[in-house]
């Protein structure tokens, strides 16, 4: 299959008469610039104006899309925060069944690929039943986030979550938490179970470990899941709350990021989840590392968990990809959009990321594109030979990039326009949005609407 693209960003830049091959599996397999137009043009199967790499959404719990919107009311305590909107989120898993997580997971990656992301990296935690019991099959519901992945076409990197105590002090799951729990020895049991899954999926499919944070993880547990991961994806979410990291330190000794670099040899493989509470140290720290900080900025600010110290961070050399986390909205451009606005609102500044060869937007865009492969463990995130074909098309007939050239298309897309740019969305070379639409879409839709329907009425 080929595309031929007017401009396209490759690793060495934006090019012109762009044309890409794409194997039977879904990789790229022959790319060339500064074709003859028209002779491409007449042997390419899609002829698109701009062709970007589509990034991984590196950080999601896909269940939580069906509460966005709820938790908007002030509740009886004094203060709105993190830990009461945590609240909410455990009732409403109260009365989630497998099949409406399978619905639920389909429609939000449904929405992730017409946003142009290829890819969903799901931090999936929530394994048994509602009184804690185990399903019959371990990995029932990891199983449910693969079907949905099937349903949607986008590349999964599943994560499966180990989550052990309530908090620091190794206190016993809430009972909002007992859905999540497992001590190391059926978590390893679990992530067998899920893994199992992965010859019906497709060959881009991937699986990770993931440590829910030093909350919910004792030491030698924590110990046993790095090691389980091997040299896979291992992401933990680290340093979201002030209160988290006054846990932390209180029990442990350290901050939370001080405490990891000095006890794990944090390394390629690690993706950290919001570290928006960090000294300068440890933003230095971290950076040096070459582990992804997995930012998700959106959710960060719906729920008021702070700033991440990003024009530091990225100075330092710091790698980082965006998720969706909470699902609240899922908007590619609108996480990097508030991402820059944060630094830009903190530091009274403009363009807070740019260089004098790259715009913000282009900075921003090939850092979550690199970072979101890593963190995914994906070869992808550059339209290169070997790379899988995650590829995202922007519609070159919006009046917005009406003669619009090189780096000012990223800034339009990310800060003057939104999503609605995004055209087509290829992961590893299936061809999932056409014209800004998901090509399952009614069903998904109708799907999500009948399992909504009931929740609303249960809530
Ligand atoms: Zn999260």
């Not at 390893?188 to 497709?202: D, I, R, S, V, Y």
């Not at 091997?230 to 350290?254: D, F, N, Y």
């Not at 994906?378 to 780096?407: P, Q």
Request: aromatic share 6%; net charge negative; charged share 25%.
């Amino acid at each position: 299959m080929k595309i031929y693209a007017d401009t396209a960003l490759l690793p060495e830049g934006w090019k012109s008469n762009v044309l890409v091959e794409i194997d039977k599996v879904g990789r790229i397999a022959s790319l060339s610039s500064d074709v003859e137009a028209a002779k491409a043009k007449a042997t390419a199967d899609h002829r698109v104006p701009i062709l970007l790499p589509a990034p991984a959404n590196l950080h999601s719990h896909a269940f939580q899309r069906a509460m966005a919107g709820m938790s908007e009311r002030r509740g009886a305590e004094a203060l709105d925060t993190f830990w009461t909107w945590r609240q909410i989120m455990y009732r409403f898993l109260d009365i989630l069944k497998p099949d409406d997580i399978e619905t639920i997971a389909a429609f939000v990656q449904m929405e992730m690929l017409e946003a142009g992301y290829a890819c969903n990296v799901e931090f999936h935690y929530v394994h048994h039943q509602p009184d804690g019991t185990p399903y019959a099959a371990l990995a029932e519901l990891s199983h449910r986030i693969g079907a949905a992945s099937l349903d949607s076409g986008i590349g999964l990197t599943l994560l499966p979550v180990l989550y052990q105590y309530g908090g620091c002090d190794k206190r016993p799951l809430g009972p909002g938490q007992i859905r999540f729990g497992n001590d190391f020895e059926r978590f390893a049991k679990l992530h067998q179970g899920a893994t199992a899954m992965l010859p019906n999926l497709p060959v881009d499919s991937a699986i990770g470990v993931a440590p829910h944070s030093l909350r919910a993880v004792g030491q030698d547990a924590l110990r046993d899941a790095v090691q389980l991961a091997g040299s896979g994806p291992l992401h933990m979410h680290l340093a979201e709350q002030v209160k988290e990291v006054e846990e932390v330190e209180a029990a442990w000794g350290a901050r939370p990021t001080d405490w990891l670099l000095a006890n794990h040899q944090v390394a390629e493989n690690w993706c950290l989840i919001h570290c928006t509470q960090m000294t300068d140290a440890e933003t230095d720290a971290l950076a040096a590392t070459g582990a992804i900080a997995g930012l998700c900025p959106i959710t960060e600010s719906s729920l008021g968990d702070g700033i991440f110290n990003g024009v530091r961070y990225l100075s330092k050399g710091g790698r980082l990809g965006v998720g969706s986390d909470s699902n609240i909205r899922i908007s590619l451009s609108e996480e990097l959009r508030t991402f820059e606005y944060s630094q830009r609102l903190r530091d009274r500044c403009r363009a807070s990321v740019a260089t004098t060869e790259r715009s913000t937007g282009r900075v921003l865009f090939e850092a979550v594109t690199a970072g979101g492969a890593q963190a995914a463990g994906r070869k992808s995130g550059r339209i290169e030979e070997g790379a899988w074909a995650d590829l995202l098309v922007l519609d070159g007939k919006s009046l917005m990039l009406d003669g619009v050239k090189g780096d000012e298309i990223l800034d339009m897309f990310i800060f003057a326009a939104d999503d609605r740019l995004v055209t087509d969305v290829w992961s590893a070379g299936r061809h999932l949005v056409k014209d800004g639409c998901h090509v399952a879409s009614d069903s998904i839709r109708s799907r999500y609407r009948e399992v909504m329907t009931r929740l609303r009425q249960e809530f």
